[in-house]
């Protein structure tokens, strides 16, 4: 969904909140604070080991959690938006793997990452004799459980969303890296603190995004601001467009490959290695954002997507 033709890139996005230092009088407090915001920290979050033929939806109370049919998912799914203090469910559709088991659990993380099961289930090798099957996992949580879900989006809402979809396109309009990692910092600071797996691919796509961003050949196209469609995912908006066009995108480019020794260079030794290259193109089909509390007042910001 990031890429097009067969070499593409891939774009994810977060914030930068400021930070200002303690005065003296402060300095005993400061560490006592930053504790309780460590200790508030906490997700929850689904994982698939092992492989099955296909899982074709995983609902959890009525909403779909994996955005296409997966046969094995190596990172986690922060499902932390799509439960409800009390009873919570789980479906799961699938075809078992004839040889091997998938086992999906159900965790709650916090900072370390710490880890608590919530729930598991094992789809057993050849469990479904090949036909499709349904399994349920029914687990509660605490009634105090604050719900993360978005109920709803105001105009104000949606203002402030394309506001920055546009500083988003003019970070890379720009060609600055390091304004499009300031975008990420936030979201990936807190994702390192309960999913490093996860942190650490997007560190990968982050920088090869940076170094095809000082090609001087990139160019955006303009943005369009209209045919916008938000869409409610959990704790998170999806912004993406009806009609399939990507949010944005940009012209192609040749990026040089790592030298590549071909088969005939073994009978010619004083034959220098090849130099390649491929096409490449930013295009981003959709963002997620998120909203937090700063100083009392609410605030939208591109978010990393809940899975890869």
């Given at each position: 969904m990031f890429s097009k033709a067969t070499v593409a890139s891939i774009l994810v996005g977060l914030t930068l909140a400021g930070f200002q230092g303690p005065v003296l009088?402060?300095?005993?407090?400061?560490?006592?604070?930053?504790n309780q915001q460590k200790q508030e920290l906490s997700g929850y979050f689904i994982s698939f080991n092992g492989s099955?033929?296909?899982?074709?939806?995983?609902?959890?109370?009525?909403q779909n959690v994996i955005s296409a049919p997966i046969v094995t998912l190596t990172l986690p799914v922060n499902i932390s938006g799509y439960l409800v203090p009390g009873a919570n469910e789980?479906?799961?559709?699938?075809?078992?793997?004839?040889?091997?088991?998938?086992?999906?659990?159900?965790?709650?993380?916090?900072?370390?990452?710490?880890?608590?099961?919530?729930?598991k289930v094992v789809l057993a090798a050849n469990e479904s004799n090949g036909a499709a099957a349904k399994k349920t996992i029914s687990f509660n949580l605490p009634k105090d459980q604050p719900s993360k879900?978005?109920?709803?989006?105001?105009?104000?809402?949606?203002?402030?969303?394309?506001?920055?979809?546009?500083?988003?396109?003019?970070?890379?309009?720009?060609?600055?890296?390091?304004?499009?990692?300031?975008?990420?910092?936030?979201s990936l600071e807190d994702e390192r603190k309960l999913s490093p797996e996860s942190a650490a691919y997007f560190d990968k796509i982050l920088n090869r995004e940076a170094s095809l961003l000082r090609n001087p050949g990139i160019k955006l196209a303009p943005l369009e601001p209209t045919g916008l469609t938000f869409k409610i995912e959990g704790d998170a908006v999806k912004l993406y467009r009806e009609d399939k066009k990507p949010l944005l995108s940009s012209n192609e480019v040749d990026v040089q490959i790592e030298p590549v020794m071909i088969e005939v260079q073994k009978k010619a030794k004083s034959q220098s290695?090849?130099?390649?290259?491929?096409?490449?193109?930013?295009?981003?089909?959709?963002?997620?954002?998120?909203?937090?509390?700063?100083?009392?007042?609410?605030q939208w910001s591109v978010s990393l997507p809940p899975n890869a």
């Open positions: 009088a402060e300095s005993s407090a400061a560490p006592q604070n930053e099955a033929r296909s899982v074709s939806q995983a609902k959890l109370n009525g789980l479906v799961l559709d699938y075809i078992s793997n004839p040889k091997d088991a998938m086992t999906i659990l159900i965790e709650k993380r916090t900072v370390g990452p710490k880890k608590e099961e919530v729930a879900a978005i109920k709803n989006l105001s105009d104000d809402d949606k203002k402030a969303i394309e506001k920055e979809l546009q500083n988003y396109w003019t970070a890379l309009n720009e060609r600055k890296p390091d304004k499009l990692r300031a975008i990420y910092r936030d290695p090849s130099k390649a290259t491929m096409k490449q193109q930013i295009v981003r089909t959709h963002l997620y954002f998120k909203q937090s509390s700063q100083d009392g007042v609410n």
